[in-house]
T-cell receptor, first 112, second 113 residues
Framework: DAKTTQPPSMDCAEGRAANLPCNHSTISGNEYVYWYRQIHSQGPQYIIHGLKNNETNEMASLIITEDRKSSTLILPHATLRDTAVYYCIVRDGGAGSYQLTFGKGTKLSVIP | KAGVTQTPRYLIKTRGQQVTLSCSPISGHRSVSWYQQTPGQGLQFLFEYFSETQRNKGNFPGRFSGRQFSNSRSEMNVSTLELGDSALYLC????????????FGAGSRLTVL
């Protein structure tokens, strides 16, 4: 079973920041938080990941709470192309299996 | 650089047939994993290969099998197809070690009639 809980859907106005929450209350010390998104009928696309510090890349920012039980993915200026299903995944970032357990994700709709 | 390439992109089979799907990973990536995506079950892990060895397997019947070649290319096979095998089959590759970031291909969409 997925170790994360996400809202099933969210709307965001184009040009505004999209803040996607994720709860992972059972996360262990060596588990990372990964975010992927899937645009309709395409393969999932990696966005960002983090362990305990906040992270930022060209696509998004990841804010992880101090107790690591939840996180928020931030798309700073959402565009229509950001409409997708966003998956928050918790897994061991060390060497070993590369299995990902996907939950149902959050369907983000960016509204013009 | 070239991404993960999956072939064929679309195929139609009938019940009882078998199918083989191919995945060419990103150059230098040694891990290849396969996922099945259906509307009802979402994305489910099938298996993962690293250096020609199956390292992990999901909860799928033995009709689903795979292999990896010395050049890291991978194939998966589904025998005795059932209607429920209709799905998008996704392959992902990853460089060994590091952040374990997966790069997915566009998928092979299988329809079983």
């Amino acid at each position: 079973d997925a170790k994360t809980t996400q809202p099933p859907s969210m709307d965001c106005a184009e040009g505004r920041a999209a803040n996607l929450p994720c709860n992972h209350s059972t996360i262990s010390g060596n588990e990372y938080v990964y975010w992927y998104r899937q645009i309709h009928s395409q393969g999932p696309q990696y966005i960002i990941h983090g362990l305990k510090n906040n992270e930022t890349n060209e696509m998004a920012s990841l804010i992880i709470t101090e107790d690591r039980k939840s996180s928020t993915l931030i798309l700073p200026h959402a565009t229509l192309r950001d409409t997708a299903v966003y998956y928050c995944i918790v897994r061991d970032g060390g060497a070993g299996s590369y299995q990902l357990t996907f939950g149902k994700g959050t369907k983000l709709s960016v509204i013009p | 650089k070239a991404g993960v390439t999956q072939t064929p992109r679309y195929l139609i089979k009938t019940r009882g047939q078998q199918v083989t799907l191919s995945c060419s990973p990103i150059s230098g990536h040694r891990s290849v994993s396969w996922y099945q995506q259906t509307p009802g079950q979402g994305l489910q892990f099938l298996f993962e290969y690293f250096s020609e060895t199956q390292r992990n397997k999901g909860n799928f019947p033995g009709r689903f099998s795979g292999r990896q070649f010395s050049n890291s290319r991978s194939e998966m096979n589904v025998s005795t197809l059932e209607l429920g095998d209709s799905a998008l089959y996704l392959c992902a590759s990853s460089r060994a070690g590091g952040a374990n970031v997966l790069t997915f291909g566009a998928g092979s969409r299988l329809t079983v009639l």
